[in-house]
């Protein structure tokens, strides 16, 4: 129990702490607030939002299935240590305040039992982890928390303010922590209670206070420790990565519902009061962008599963969040107030080279625990390079200048129903079978690429081979816009949605459905396309097989075994849409052995296309995407590369030609065709 004149210093702490807190916090706020793009903190549904606010917090955004093993099962411990510290901290300052005879460390009451156990556990469990993560960072010098000289980088965080801003956090919760834990250990000491078993850690720790009287004033010193230490770390907090603790779930909480991981917001051109585009410079950005920049720990996670990063290229994901948290943190007074210089993002935040190297793969996006999605800030920033500056890579406007004119990035003036020619059944169109139960959307690639126009005649077979009345566009057919929109030039994009929900309005489709053999057509027309009105049921290429496998109306010949495949997970396919099993479902239906490559799933690596790299050159770094994935199939021992995306399979077919490999690259659609029975 504190005497009287503690308890009176002890609120004065508190008072003045909250005090100087509420500046930084109020400044985060109103720093997040000015954001002036798109995505808004969303605030509906507040008991949905509030309850995957409450899951991140507890599942630390799922981190454990994230890799590195260790660093996630010593974080795991942290975070609930600190969490289970809200609880206690609160439960040790009553017991200050308390009669002497009330406690709430003793008693037989089951519950306080269990909160006693989990407080011992958990203080251990932060202080080992703790420890574990100083000794990674300053003395094993772990070379996954540095980011390499050709990146650009705030120079404060290049000098060493991150190792600093982590020491400080470190020591803090050191402190903290230990204060509290021994404190337990003395109040066990000063009560002559001996052994508990609720509290195994602190009992042992118990044993080194060598009288009542000793282990009374330890209990006073350590309780002031951790808690005088806590409000004394509060105005601070706000400045620290230490704020991710907070900020990590409101990003969860507040963020958009884009319905695929990746899926832009429409801008309306139509808005003749508009003037600016995308994200020129820093308030340009939405405020969840913004609120990224707070949230982000700063563990490169982003970074290690970046195919532009890992193969050389200037762009780090981490490096963006970086940027902005330190010159939010530089400038915290001005950029609250509203007096701060516009920034401009490129040549601050980002480098020119780095900003056309990202694939909008997602693995940014899809790897980080706090919910940040750097690869959105890039769409932005791409948006306004190319809609306000008329800036971007020379080889872009080929493809652009191909999609306006004829309506395909290729510039082909080739009818877009040649691909079907020497099939030995007819193709309709939606004209010639308008009853049709699916319209296969072929696609640019499928149409004018001749390695995908194999893909197309292949689901074409498929369909036919199972009796499912389909139908396609024929000519009538256009590019969805993917490759405008992922490069910046959103007014085609626009152009381009508006012109086919139109179409496909007209022709009912938006009560039949879709079936495609490219992700980004399927991302595009199933998730993008509702916001101009086009509300589709679209399905890969392998989801219908799977299905139609499942329903007996394909049979499968496996009495020839082709050699061990292995399948290459297309971003847009995998972690864009979360379609995994079903193009593995499918090589297995056809009696196929699958080999995994050691990055697949939501892990897997990019081919190196998105982001509308395929019709530019790859800027420059240590290897290119495609080889560097590609050998890793190889590495495999598979025969064959089995990939789901037409892209895919352009870039997996140039990287055998410079790796020289006998292994085979086709896509499911094809390898099933043929082993129809």
């Given at each position: 129990?504190?005497?009287?004149?503690?308890?009176?210093?002890?609120?004065?702490?508190?008072?003045?702490?909250?005090?100087?807190?509420?500046?930084?916090?109020?400044?985060?706020?109103?720093?997040?607030?000015?954001?002036?793009?798109?995505?808004?903190?969303?605030?509906?549904?507040?008991?949905?939002?509030?309850?995957?606010?409450?899951?991140?917090?507890?599942?630390?955004?799922?981190?454990?299935?994230?890799?590195?093993?260790?660093?996630?099962?010593?974080?795991?411990?942290?975070?609930?240590?600190?969490?289970?510290?809200?609880?206690?901290?609160?439960?040790?300052?009553?017991?200050?305040?308390?009669?002497?005879?009330?406690?709430?460390?003793?008693?037989?009451?089951?519950?306080?039992?269990?909160?006693?156990?989990?407080?011992?556990?958990?203080?251990?469990?932060?202080?080992?982890?703790?420890?574990?993560?100083?000794?990674?960072?300053?003395?094993?010098?772990?070379?996954?928390?540095?980011?390499?000289?050709?990146?650009?980088?705030?120079?404060?965080?290049?000098?060493?303010?991150?190792?600093?801003?982590?020491?400080?956090?470190?020591?803090?919760?050191?402190?903290?922590?230990?204060?509290?834990?021994?404190?337990?250990?003395?109040?066990?000491?000063?009560?002559?209670?001996?052994?508990?078993?609720?509290?195994?850690?602190?009992?042992?720790?118990?044993?080194?206070?060598?009288?009542?009287?000793?282990?009374?004033?330890?209990?006073?010193?350590?309780?002031?420790?951790?808690?005088?230490?806590?409000?004394?770390?509060?105005?601070?907090?706000?400045?620290?990565?230490?704020?991710?603790?907070?900020?990590?779930?409101?990003?969860?909480?507040?963020?958009?519902?884009?319905?695929?991981?990746?899926?832009?917001?429409?801008?309306?051109?139509?808005?003749?009061?508009?003037?600016?585009?995308?994200?020129?410079?820093?308030?340009?950005?939405?405020?969840?962008?913004?609120?990224?920049?707070?949230?982000?720990?700063?563990?490169?996670?982003?970074?290690?599963?970046?195919?532009?990063?890992?193969?050389?290229?200037?762009?780090?994901?981490?490096?963006?969040?970086?940027?902005?948290?330190?010159?939010?943190?530089?400038?915290?007074?001005?950029?609250?107030?509203?007096?701060?210089?516009?920034?401009?993002?490129?040549?601050?935040?980002?480098?020119?080279?780095?900003?056309?190297?990202?694939?909008?793969?997602?693995?940014?996006?899809?790897?980080?625990?706090?919910?940040?999605?750097?690869?959105?800030?890039?769409?932005?920033?791409?948006?306004?390079?190319?809609?306000?500056?008329?800036?971007?890579?020379?080889?872009?406007?080929?493809?652009?200048?191909?999609?306006?004119?004829?309506?395909?990035?290729?510039?082909?003036?080739?009818?877009?129903?040649?691909?079907?020619?020497?099939?030995p059944f007819a193709v309709p169109t939606v004209d010639e079978n308008p009853?049709?139960?699916?319209?296969?959307?072929?696609?640019?690639?499928?149409?004018?690429?001749?390695?995908?126009?194999?893909?197309?005649?292949?689901?074409?077979?498929?369909?036919?081979?199972?009796?499912?009345?389909?139908?396609?566009?024929?000519?009538?057919?256009?590019?969805?816009?993917?490759?405008?929109?992922?490069?910046?030039?959103?007014?085609?994009?626009?152009?381009?949605?508006?012109?086919?929900?139109?179409?496909?309005?007209?022709?009912?489709?938006?009560?039949?459905?879709?079936?495609?053999?490219?992700?980004?057509?399927?991302?595009?027309?199933?998730?993008?396309?509702?916001?101009?009105?086009?509300?589709?049921?679209?399905?890969?290429?392998?989801?219908?097989?799977?299905?139609?496998?499942?329903?007996?109306?394909?049979?499968?010949?496996?009495?020839?075994?082709?050699?061990?495949?292995?399948f290459h997970d297309p971003c847009f396919l995998g972690r864009h849409n979360?379609?995994?099993?079903?193009?593995?479902?499918?090589?297995?239906?056809?009696?196929?052995?699958?080999?995994?490559?050691?990055?697949?799933?939501?892990?897997?690596?990019?081919?190196?296309?998105?982001?509308?790299?395929?019709?530019?050159?790859?800027?420059?770094?240590?290897?290119?995407?495609?080889?560097?994935?590609?050998?890793?199939?190889?590495?495999?021992?598979?025969?064959?590369?089995?990939?789901?995306?037409?892209?895919?399979?352009?870039?997996?077919?140039?990287?055998?030609?410079?790796?020289?490999?006998?292994?085979?690259?086709?896509?499911?659609?094809?390898?099933?065709?043929?082993?129809?029975?």
């Amino acid at each position: 129990m504190l005497t009287i004149v503690e308890k009176i210093a002890f609120v004065l702490l508190a008072v003045g702490c909250v005090y100087f807190a509420y500046k930084p916090f109020k400044q985060m706020y109103d720093i997040i607030m000015q954001g002036k793009g798109e995505d808004k903190l969303q605030i509906d549904q507040i008991p949905v939002r509030l309850g995957r606010a409450i899951m991140a917090f507890l599942n630390q955004g799922q981190i454990l299935r994230k890799g590195r093993t260790w660093s996630s099962i010593f974080h795991t411990g942290i975070a609930w240590g600190f969490i289970f510290y809200l609880l206690v901290n609160g439960v040790d300052t009553l017991e200050g305040y308390l009669p002497h005879d009330w406690h709430f460390w003793t008693g037989d009451f089951f519950v306080w039992g269990l909160y006693r156990l989990a407080a011992d556990v958990l203080s251990v469990a932060v202080l080992v982890g703790m420890i574990y993560f100083l000794v990674r960072r300053f003395i094993a010098n772990d070379k996954a928390l540095t980011v390499r000289e050709n990146v650009l980088l705030d120079p404060k965080a290049r000098e060493g303010a991150i190792r600093r801003d982590s020491l400080i956090v470190g020591l803090f919760m050191l402190f903290h922590v230990g204060s509290r834990f021994f404190g337990a250990a003395a109040n066990l000491a000063w009560h002559n209670e001996g052994f508990d078993a609720w509290q195994p850690f602190a009992s042992v720790v118990a044993n080194l206070y060598g009288s009542p009287e000793v282990a009374s004033t330890m209990w006073h010193f350590f309780w002031w420790g951790a808690l005088g230490s806590i409000l004394l770390f509060l105005p601070y907090f706000p400045r620290t990565k230490h704020a991710h603790l907070f900020m990590g779930p409101l990003n969860f909480g507040t963020r958009p519902d884009r319905g695929a991981l990746g899926a832009m917001n429409k801008i309306d051109f139509d808005d003749e009061e508009r003037e600016e585009f995308g994200a020129m410079h820093f308030f340009d950005l939405s405020q969840t962008s913004i609120m990224d920049g707070f949230s982000c720990i700063m563990c490169n996670r982003c970074q290690d599963a970046c195919p532009a990063y890992t193969t050389g290229k200037e762009l780090s994901p981490a490096a963006i969040e970086i940027n902005k948290r330190y010159y939010m943190k530089s400038h915290m007074d001005i950029l609250a107030d509203g007096t701060a210089e516009p920034l401009p993002l490129v040549g601050n935040i980002i480098s020119e080279s780095a900003l056309w190297a990202c694939t909008s793969c997602g693995a940014c996006s899809d790897i980080c625990p706090v919910g940040n999605e750097p690869m959105m800030d890039i769409m932005e920033m791409r948006r306004a390079q190319v809609l306000m500056e008329d800036s971007y890579p020379e080889e872009l406007g080929n493809a652009f200048q191909g999609i306006e004119r004829r309506g395909n990035p290729w510039d082909s003036t080739e009818s877009r129903v040649a691909w079907a020619e020497g099939l030995p059944f007819a193709v309709p169109t939606v004209d010639e079978n308008p009853d049709f139960e699916y319209l296969f959307w072929v696609g640019c690639a499928g149409a004018f690429d001749p390695n995908s126009q194999k893909t197309a005649r292949a689901v074409a077979t498929i369909l036919n081979a199972a009796g499912v009345s389909f139908a396609i566009l024929g000519d009538q057919e256009t590019c969805t816009g993917d490759p405008a929109r992922r490069a910046g030039m959103e007014y085609l994009f626009f152009e381009m949605a508006s012109a086919n929900v139109e179409l496909l309005n007209e022709y009912g489709v938006d009560k039949k459905r879709i079936v495609t053999g490219c992700p980004h057509c399927l991302t595009s027309i199933g998730t993008e396309y509702k916001q101009f009105g086009g509300d589709y049921k679209v399905y890969h290429t392998t989801q219908m097989i799977s299905d139609l496998v499942g329903k007996g109306k394909l049979k499968m010949n496996t009495d020839n075994q082709l050699e061990h495949v292995t399948f290459h997970d297309p971003c847009f396919l995998g972690r864009h849409n979360e379609i995994y099993d079903d193009p593995r479902e499918a090589l297995k239906q056809a009696g196929l052995t699958l080999l995994e490559m050691d990055r697949h799933g939501s892990k897997s690596s990019c081919c190196g296309a998105g982001g509308a790299q395929v019709w530019k050159e790859e800027e420059h770094g240590t290897e290119e995407v495609n080889v560097n994935r590609f050998e890793e199939a190889v590495e495999t021992g598979a025969k064959t590369l089995a990939v789901g995306c037409p892209f895919c399979s352009v870039m997996m077919a140039d990287a055998k030609g410079k790796v020289e490999n006998d292994m085979e690259v086709k896509d499911v659609a094809e390898i099933i065709a043929e082993r129809l029975a």
